[in-house]
């Protein structure tokens, strides 16, 4: 059941800190200073030189995310939209890891990309959340990210999951030690049950419910979360929304900054990227629009904005894990303010099994 909550989606967001918990555990090992992944062969993690990341949805997200720590940590990494993975043209390089994220480890686009990797000659990693999936028994290796049963259609602990566990899988791929990913991955769970304790984005979605338009910007690790910021908005309130990462902003969609579209501006990291962003916060606020602030530092940014969601601060690499719980929690209560069906958005299933 929905133990209290209203929708089944309210409920896996609170349930995140645990789905965290559960994802780490037996993966990091404090005494020795490393993160380890018992499930993935020794022999993979040798042979790896490179990796290929295909997946949909929300679950490409976060393999964005995945990417940008896995290149940080020199391992030359690409992205693939699952329905777009094309083997004959971007060919397989030896030392290829073809790794599919997938929540439901069904979904068509991602195994159809995973076999032609299969047939290519690839290893295959399944990084999913259920157990003997398709995905799980078609590859080479299977990571599961434990997030428990999701029944929400909209992906929200799953996402989380998943991007502790690509962090845990840059780690363990990297193989540095003392791995400086530990103490983040240890605190996500009190770090993200801050945010549920303490997060204003009830009342802030009840000041921007009535918009023409959301936009979500983010740089670095936050473009990710600013693209699935915009999707969860989008899936669970029909209202028009669209992640930028903040530097293209200018470049185009400026032109539909009005004081009717909400900006939602993830304000992490080294201050340089931090003062860019900002920059680009100037930008919309003097066309008017709302400004609302995402940030592990609101005495530098509090000035710009309407609305500031405040994060603890935490490791830059995994703070988008937790940024990400503020706009999920901020599209729940836009699509509750409109009295939305949320765990069943109009067209869309759990589970896409066609191509
Ligand atoms: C968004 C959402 C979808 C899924 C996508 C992939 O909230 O749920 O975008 O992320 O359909 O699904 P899986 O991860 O099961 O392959």
Redesign the pocket.
């Known amino acids: 059941g929905k133990s209290g909550y209203d929708h089944y989606m309210l409920k896996e967001i609170y349930e995140q800190p645990q789905a965290i918990r559960q994802s780490t555990r037996g993966r990091i090992l404090e005494l020795d200073g490393s993160v380890t992944l018992p499930d993935l062969p020794e022999s993979i993690v040798e042979e790896t030189d490179r990796v290929q990341f295909v997946?949909?949805?929300?679950?490409?997200y976060a393999t964005q995310y995945g990417a940008a720590l896995l290149r940080e940590r020199g391992i030359p990494t690409q992205t693939f939209v699952a329905s777009d993975y094309d083997v004959e043209r971007i060919p397989l390089e030896s030392g290829t890891l073809v790794v599919g994220?997938?929540?439901?480890?069904?979904?068509a686009d991602?195994l159809g990309a995973l076999r032609d990797a299969n047939r290519a000659g690839a290893t295959t990693l399944a990084v999913t959340n259920v157990v003997a999936s398709s995905a799980a028994r078609e590859c080479d290796a299977t990571v599961y990210i434990r997030a428990g049963p999701e029944i929400s259609?909209?992906?929200t602990k799953?996402?989380a999951s998943q991007q502790a566990t690509v962090a845990i899988l840059a780690s363990v791929l990297d193989g540095r030690r003392p791995n400086p990913f530990l103490g983040g991955l240890r605190d996500l769970p009190s770090d993200i049950q801050r945010v549920l304790d303490t997060s204003n984005a009830r009342e802030i979605a009840a000041e921007i419910v009535d918009a023409d338009a959301y936009f979500f910007i983010g740089r670095g690790y936050q473009w990710p979360v600013a693209l699935e910021g915009a999707?969860?908005m989008k899936?669970i309130t029909y209202a028009h929304a669209e992640g930028f990462p903040a530097g293209e902003l200018k470049h185009g969609p400026l032109a539909l900054v009005t004081e009717r579209t909400p900006v939602v501006a993830l304000v992490t990291g080294s201050n340089e990227v931090v003062e860019k962003t900002v920059g680009n916060v100037r930008e919309v606020e003097s066309r008017g629009a709302p400004v609302v602030v995402v940030t592990d530092s609101p005495e530098d940014v509090a000035h710009l904005a309407d609305f500031v969601l405040e994060v603890p601060e935490t490791n830059p690499a995994l703070v988008p894990v937790v940024t990400n719980v503020q706009l999920q929690l901020l599209a729940y209560w836009t699509a509750y303010e409109l009295d939305r069906p949320i765990d069943k958005p109009r067209n869309l299933a759990?589970?896409?099994t066609v191509e």
């Open positions: 997946a949909c949805g929300s679950s490409y994220v997938t929540q439901s480890g069904e979904t991602t259609v909209a992906a799953s996402f999707l969860k899936e759990k589970s896409v």
